[in-house]
């Protein structure tokens, strides 16, 4: 009978009715997760959230010198060949890749740096990696909304296909939420995966078409960088937000069934492992 009770808990964690509904529930508790998590890093700080915009614009500032004026690149196809296009678009793939980045990397070791929620308190702890998630999207539409002041100051345009921007964040959401998942998980058991996820990060930020299109790459390993699910996601928030464009739904669609994929197995694997947290912590 417990073995026929443990399947049926399987098959919910593998519903994503179940797990939508489940973070539903604990809408309450999430946002105060994620309150605490925006107001947590600039505690203490004398300029405080104003570092949510000072931040963004130096990163601009630098990556547009090294690339733009060093390199003498030029992205500003459609837009004019000027360093003013090329930051700004850069900068959206900045936007998109910093959602993703600080999802992953802050979900590594969020269990562990919550070791009373895991032995003393009954808490649901799947939804500390959502709040990880969560807390990079408020950031990362600060940058948005830096850069859509940028396209209106330096190009006097406003694109009316930005409407499309919550279809392009959907699959960016739910592959985050299933890697933090995935992360918070192994992170508990595997203490070098801190190290590791720096490192992998590193590698997919110059491996997404960030600071170059995809045009740019030789067909020869152009398949290789569009497997990358960040590829597409990070096109369509160019052609959208810049260009004015609706975007490649077909490539949407199949990086939104991924993620789909990805954010249901994560959920599975972080609710099939949790049982063995408090042992090790």
Known sequence: MREITRQQASWKYLNPFS?????????????????RNIEGRYKGTMMGLVWMIVTP???????????????????GAGLGD????????MFCGMAVFNIFS?????SVGIVVGNPNYVKKVVFPLELLPVS????????????IGILLLGIVLFFHKFCLAAICLPLIFIPLVLFSCGLAWFVASLGVF?????????????VLYFMTPIFYSVEMVPESVRGVLLLNPLTPIVQSAR????YNQWPDWHGLGIV????????????????????????VL
Not at 82 to 88: M, V
Not at 135 to 141: I, K, Q, T
Not at 190 to 202: F, P, S, T
């Open 19 to 35: 797990t939508l509904w489940g973070i539903w529930k604990g809408r309450g508790l999430l946002d105060q997760l994620v309150r």
């Open 57 to 75: 614009l130096v990163m601009l500032a630098v990556y547009t010198f090294v690339f733009g004026v060093i390199f003498k690149a030029r992205w």
């Open 82 to 89: 000027s360093k003013a296009a090329f930051a700004l678009i």
């Open 102 to 106: 600080e999802s992953v990397n802050g």
């Open 132 to 143: 990880s998630v969560l807390s990079a999207c408020f950031f990362g539409l600060v940058w």
């Open 190 to 202: 595997i203490r070098d995966l801190a190290h590791l996820i720096g490192i992998v990060l590193q």
């Open 239 to 242: 052609q959208v937000l810049i």
């Open 256 to 279: 939104t069934l991924l993620s789909m994929v990805v954010f249901q197995m994560g959920y599975f694997w972080f609710m099939k492992t949790k049982r063995g947290f408090a042992d």
